[in-house]
């Protein structure tokens, strides 16, 4: 496989379930990130890994707690989720988020709907 | 801090018709980076096009071209006789280097392109 692929496709999940989504690139990158699309809304940063270690989370509310075990896979674990955390969740690499020039690839996303 | 505002929301334009889509953005920074990625309804985002704040010239890639114009802070996107595989939704970011921040896009709302055949 090539590039960043992220499964599930689709989830839904009752508000007391927990799931996992699951995050890997092909591209040999070294920085990760999950970001949230809302339905009218511009995407969120959510969390930034470079080299395994985490380097940004932007203010997310702790029913989502993010993994990355290595440079290549990276997950987002879900608890107790809201109704309003419905929503597309995207997976991103680059080379190193310190390399400003390195755009950043992404993966086709998670469709997450809370019941 | 910065932002990026796409103020078109939705665009409909009819094949082989011109379309510019237009991104204005705003930074403290001087030096700093402007992108446009796709998004078809597929949901993954596809990287376009990079633009570094010293680089003013204008780039054309096929039916593509873009506009930046840093004394209206704007960074617009044309595309050329369009065509319905266009249909997407189209981000313009930013990211300020003074962050080193390949980690910190800040992405407009998006703007909704469909092309009618």
């Known amino acids: 496989e090539t590039g960043v692929t992220q499964t599930p496709r689709h989830l839904v999940m009752g508000m007391t379930n927990k799931k996992s989504l699951k995050c890997e690139q092909h591209l040999g990158h070294n920085a990760m990130y999950w970001y949230k699309q809302s339905a009218k809304k511009p995407l969120e940063l959510m969390f930034v890994?470079?080299?395994?270690?985490?380097?940004e989370n932007n203010s997310v509310p702790s029913r989502f707690s993010p993994e990355c075990p290595n440079s290549s896979h990276l997950f987002l674990h879900l608890h107790t989720l809201q109704p309003e955390d419905s929503a597309l969740y995207l997976c991103a690499s680059s080379q190193d988020t310190r390399v400003v020039l390195g755009e950043q690839y992404f993966g086709p996303g998670t469709r997450l709907t809370v019941t | 801090a910065q932002k990026v505002t796409q103020a078109q929301t939705e665009i409909s334009v009819v094949e082989k018709e011109d379309v510019t889509l237009d991104c204005v953005y705003e930074?403290?920074?001087?030096?700093?980076?402007l992108f446009w990625y796709k998004q078809p309804p597929s949901g993954e985002l596809v990287f376009l096009i990079r633009r570094n704040s010293f680089d003013e010239q204008n780039e054309i890639s096929g039916r593509y071209s873009w506009n930046f114009q840093k004394s209206t802070s704007s960074f617009n996107f044309t595309i050329t006789a369009s065509q319905v595989v266009d249909s997407a939704v189209y981000f313009c970011a930013l990211s300020e280097a003074y962050e080193a921040s390949g980690s910190r896009l800040t992405f407009g709302e998006g703007t909704q392109l469909t092309v009618n055949p």
């Open positions: 930074t403290r920074d001087t030096t700093y980076y």
């Open positions: 890994y470079n080299f395994k270690e985490q380097t």
